[in-house]
C-alpha cells in the first residue's frame, strides 16, 4: 500500500459553517476541506499519495488530458450510519471499473485496494463532512487525468489520481418523484466499439447537447438508443433504465459495449432475483416500451445510478409523442427496490451480500 502524506488545511471550515452547507446542501455544488492526490509515470509507477488540502491543479498548458481527452472518473457515497458509523457501498466495484476505464483511455489502473484506500484517508481527514440527515450522503469523485506536458497523439506517460468529495442531498430537485424524459432521436451517446462503457469524460459531453434539448421540453432527462439501428434502448445520459412488467419480470437493457455497467444496476439485478422476480438483461427495442405503456404489459420505469439511486420515470417524451402520465405516482416495485438498497446502504437492515465496506475507525 502507498504511504500517504498528510498536509492540513490552514483554515478549515468549522462545524457551524458545514452544518450551514448540509441544512440545503444540493448535489456536488459544496467540496470538503481536503482532496486526495497520487501521481503515476511510467518509470516510477504510482508514488507521492497525498491528502492536501482542496484547491486548484497545476497542469501544463500542454497537459495531454486538455488536447487528446485521456481522462476517467468514478462517483461513490459514504453513508453516515445511525450509530455515527461511516460506510461506503461496493467499492471494488468500482475500484474494478475504474481499471477497466484506465484501460480502454491508455490510462494506468490503480489498484482496487488502493482505490478503497484512497476513500479511507480522505473520511479520516474529512469525516466530519459525512451528513448524517435523511437522504444525504458524502458523494466521492474519484478521478484520473493525464498529466504529461507534450503534443502528440499517443497514452501520456504521467497521470495523476485524485478524489474530491462532496455533500449532497437529492440529485432531482424535486427529490424522490417520478421525472420526465426526453427521447434523443438525432444523437447518440456513445459509438459501436467506442467508449460507451467507460466512464469517461468525453461519454458526458456528447450528451450535454441532447440533455439542453431535454431540459427545453420540460424533462430531466435524456434517453439514448443505440448507435447502429437508433432502435434499441442504451441508457439515459447518466443512468442506467429498467422496466417492470405486469407478469412479474424486470428487465434492461443487455451490456452491449456502449452502455455503462453500473454498479446501482448490478445491485438492483441481485435484489430482484432475491425477491423472486424474473429478471432479464436483453435488447429492448423502443416500440416494446411505448407499446408495453399503451397496453398495460409495462407498469413501471425507472432509472437508476450512483447519484439518483432510483428515479422513477412517469413519462417518456419524444417529437409528436407522450408515453406514461407524469401524475402518477411511483411504482410499488420500483419504490420496495429502491427503499431496500437505501435501507442496506444507511444500515438499516442486514448487509446479506457483503456490500458494505467501513471507512472510518
Known sequence: MLKYRITRHPSPRSAAERAAIFAAPGFGKYFTDHMVAIDWDKDAGWHDAQVRPYGPLSLDPAASVLHYGQEIFEGIKAYRHADGS?????????????????????????????????????VAVDGDWVPGEPETSLYFRPFMIATEAFLGVRAAQKAGYYVIASPVGAYFAKGVAPVSIWLSEDYARAAKGGTGAAKCGGNYAASLLPQQEAYAQGCSQVLFLDPVEGRWLEELGGMNVFLVYRDGRIVTPELSGSILEGVTRSSILQLARDRGLAVEERKVAIDEWKSGVASGDITEVFACGTAAVIAPIGELKGKGFSVGDIGAPAGEVTMAIRKELTDIQYGRIPDRHGWLVRLDG
Open 86 to 122: 461511516i460506510w461506503t457501498f461496493r467499492p471494488a466495484a468500482n475500484g474494478a471499473r475504474l481499471q477497466r476505464s484506465a484501460a480502454r483511455l491508455a490510462l494506468p489502473e490503480l489498484p482496487v485496494e488502493e482505490f478503497v484506500e484512497s476513500l479511507r484517508q480522505l
